[in-house]
């Protein structure tokens, strides 16, 4: 038996959904524990690409039984037209369990979201718009809907008149907006009820019985550690808790179950929205970075703002989440520059930081002290082992490997499923 978890070591974007893909070929059990379809995760196969947002990357493994657990916020029209488009590309979505309890975002709460953007002016977060913090919002504040109630009209319908008792008064009063209707919010959501019960279960109790069947369960999170409601670079942060800790309480799976933690981490970072990011490249370097990874958002399309490796932010991550392991991916992005420079520490108004500053403000003013390695010039595209790595992208990786405080255990040097070096065995 064996529970493994999967987190982002930086803002997101790291390359889960591969690293999920590339465990997921030894687990029972993938499930997804937060966020929501504000983020996507990219599985390449056999040179075909799939781009997942709601559905875990488990739901590619024909032998793994893939699930949205508690902690997810649900778009049923997102999630029906996700099913139906890998059920068209000829994957069996058949398996899929879905919690009972995870909360789903009605249709008011994108409109509470683009309202809400919008009143912050200047001070914008950069949401995807798709109703996910609202959603949440109503979860903290008991006005929200779950999956569950799809199956009771009666308790559907009030629940959808309570919220929106206050936000038409919001949307009424501040914005000049028409009303939303409560009974075409009700069926709308109650056209899928049908469809989606027999995909609902106990996600806590099958999945620890799973656990004490001895099978291997994978827990896969949405965004990254940097953008974790609690730990992240509030308030640029998402909603949810993607960091270890919300693997347990997206899930009802207690934390001593768990035997690793993995951390996904680019060969170099980049992040989506708004907010601080020291070492972040405002020229050409950076261009050319987001060119050559790729770094378009798979949800949204939006380019990534790109920077050199965050060694500070590598440490934090992996105090954090508690890192076992480190995959490091898109190595193979770095290859062509002479120098390749490293974050090792942040100046903070004349003085040197080497540890996340614990304030905001501070982190806000954080300036990088770089580490110049050199770099290669070789196709590493093909490499399967460690060893045939050019010289000078191996001390890249032990470099990291040092300053990250945490073995990395794998190494990306490619986009596909097989474009992987194992120094470590995650399973």
Known sequence: MSAIIVVGAQWGDEGKGKVTDLIGQDVDYVVKFNGGNNAGHTVVVDGKKYALHLLPAGIINPKATPVIGNGVVIDLDVLFQEIDQMDA?????????????????????????????????????????????????????????????????????????????????????????????????????????DRIKPMVFDCSLEVNKALDEGKNVLFEAGQATMLDIDHGTYPFVTSSSPTAGGACTGSGVGPTRIDRVVGIAKAYVTRVGEGPFPTELLDQTGEDLRQAGGEFGVTTGRPRRCGWYDAVVARYASRVNGLTDIVLTKLDVLTGYKQIPVCVAYDVDGKRVDEMPADQTSFHHAKPIYEELPGWDEDITGCRRFEELPVNAQAYVRRLEELSGCRISVVGVGAGREASIERTTLL
């Not at 509470?112 to 504040?141: F, H, Q, V, W």
């Not at 559907?156 to 949307?171: D, I, Y």
């Open 89 to 193: 590309e000829g994957i069996d979505t058949s398996r899929l369990r879905i919690s009972s309890n995870a909360h789903i975002i009605p249709s008011y709460n994108k409109i509470m979201d683009n309202l809400s953007e919008r009143s912050l002016g200047d001070r914008l977060i950069g949401t995807t718009g798709r109703g996910i913090g609202p959603t949440y919002a109503d979860k903290m504040n008991r006005i929200g809907i779950r999956i569950q109630d799809l199956f009771d009209e009666s308790i559907l319908r009030q629940k959808v008149k309570s919220a929106l008792e206050q936000k038409n008064f919001t949307m009424e009063k501040e914005f000049g907006l028409e009303p939303v209707d409560v009974d075409q919010v009700a069926d709308s959501l109650l056209q899928y009820a």
